[in-house]
């Protein structure tokens, strides 16, 4: 392929909304747009990525940690556990094994949060039960939702308990008999009510009393309640355990590469250029590099380089090696740099002094040495570099 034909539009400087260093190399360097779309070369890359990105994978979806990525995951660093945070699994310990004792009102004046709550009682928020209403979007039907007060609910383990919900209104509240604030399943009616599966093993907790100012201290499930559905609503947070090996689990940033249906070029791209770069510009192994080798000519003063070249350039070509043909008349610091910021493995240099002695410049693009090769060794070079 030559330069010309691929449109290569390489800039010197970074662009100004570049997030990260990688999408500013790969902007500089012509593979995508500063609006995120894919150039020509960029294609290229997407159309051959095999294992040259560090990934954390499922069976459904693979990501790649960046701090700038827009979807939290949790994973484990010991069994390479990876999932999506608001589906993460992790074992959940009873805070105590305490027998059921019996149900008393309290007065719990300005205490509408869980924060006030356990203060108030001078309980740790393991010890008190939260609770959250929702309407059903399908059906309106109440739901109410109870997880321990220190936990937080992850909305989408619920959505995938009971459907689509949205958060209930101040009047749906007050007509399913709760009271903002005071509220707890105990004495509801009609209600959908959805415990999270550690609120059944966890005694005498406080709730709502339903009555506004009011709690219940040591309310049990299934003596005081009991819920319609019992199931993991909890998001997982770094520290968490390991459902699988029992380890610390770690929370992180990430891009998407793949899901089952799709697959995001834009961000293995990003994820590619984020591992594969240096102070000049992309640096891809050859598994990803869109072009084996990137051959170009210094214009000559007695010689025609550039016919020289073309013809390396076909014989290269004939013999199987990807190679970028940068066919301008540019200066010669113009290419090396564009070299350098497209970062193809093998920068091949036809000059009037190395080819009257029938050899080429070689450079690796991590390589700090420039080569003479013959010229008629130069496919076997490129074939096994
Ligand atoms: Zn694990």
């Known amino acids: 392929m030559k330069y010309r034909e691929l449109n290569i539009q390489t800039q010197r400087e970074f662009p100004n909304n570049a997030r990260t260093q990688g999408f500013g190399w790969l902007v500089r360097a012509g593979y995508i747009t500063r609006e995120n779309e894919i150039l020509p070369l960029g294609e290229q890359v997407a159309k051959q990525i095999h294992d040259s990105i560090p990934t954390l994978s499922n069976e459904r979806e693979t990501y790649f940690q960046l701090s700038t990525g827009s979807t939290e995951i949790i994973h484990c660093p010991s069994c390479k556990y990876a999932e999506r945070r608001e589906l993460a699994q992790f074992i959940k310990t009873p805070f105590s094994d305490e027998a059921p004792l019996a149900v008393e ?9 869980i924060e006030a709550l356990a203060n108030f009682l001078s309980i740790p928020k393991e010890k008190t039960a939260k609770a959250l209403m929702f309407t059903r979007v399908a059906d309106s039907r109440f739901v109410f939702v109870v997880v321990r007060g220190d936990m937080t609910l992850s909305e989408e383990k619920l959505r995938r308990a009971v459907g689509d919900v949205r958060m209930a209104t ?13 509220a707890s399943p105990i004495g509801l009616k009609g209600a959908l009510i959805v415990v999270d599966d550690l609120i059944p093993r966890s005694p005498n907790l406080a709730a709502g009393a339903n009555d506004a100012g009011y709690h219940l201290v040591n309310t049990n499930y299934g003596r005081d309640y009991s819920a319609e559905i019992v199931t993991d609503l909890i998001q997982a947070d770094a520290g968490h355990l390991c459902a699988k090996c029992n380890h610390a689990l770690e929370l992180t940033s990430a891009l998407l590469l793949s899901s089952a249906s799709e697959i995001y070029f834009e961000n293995i791209l990003l994820a590619l250029a984020e591992t594969h770069h240096d102070d000049k510009g992309l640096t891809l192994p050859k598994s990803a590099a869109p072009f084996d080798v990137y051959l170009m000519h210094v214009p000559g003063k007695q010689m025609d380089t550039r016919a020289q070249a073309e013809e390396i350039y076909q014989t290269l070509k004939s013999a199987g090696v990807k190679v970028l ?49 013959e010229r008629n060794a130069l496919v076997e070079y490129a074939l096994k570099a």
Do not use: H, W
Request: with cysteine; hydrophobic share 40%; glycine share 8%.
């Open 170 to 182: 101040a009047e749906e509240i007050q007509s399913a008999g709760a009271a903002a604030g005071y």
């Open 105 to 113: 009102k309290i007065l719990t004046p300005d205490c509408p949060t």
């Open 325 to 373: 043909f940068d066919d301008r008349d540019e200066r010669a610091g113009v290419k090396f740099n564009d070299a350098d910021l497209i970062g193809c493995p093998i920068r091949i240099t036809a000059g009037e002094k190395a080819l009257r002695e029938d050899k080429v410049e070689v450079k690796g693009r991590m390589s700090a040495q420039v080569e003479l090769v």
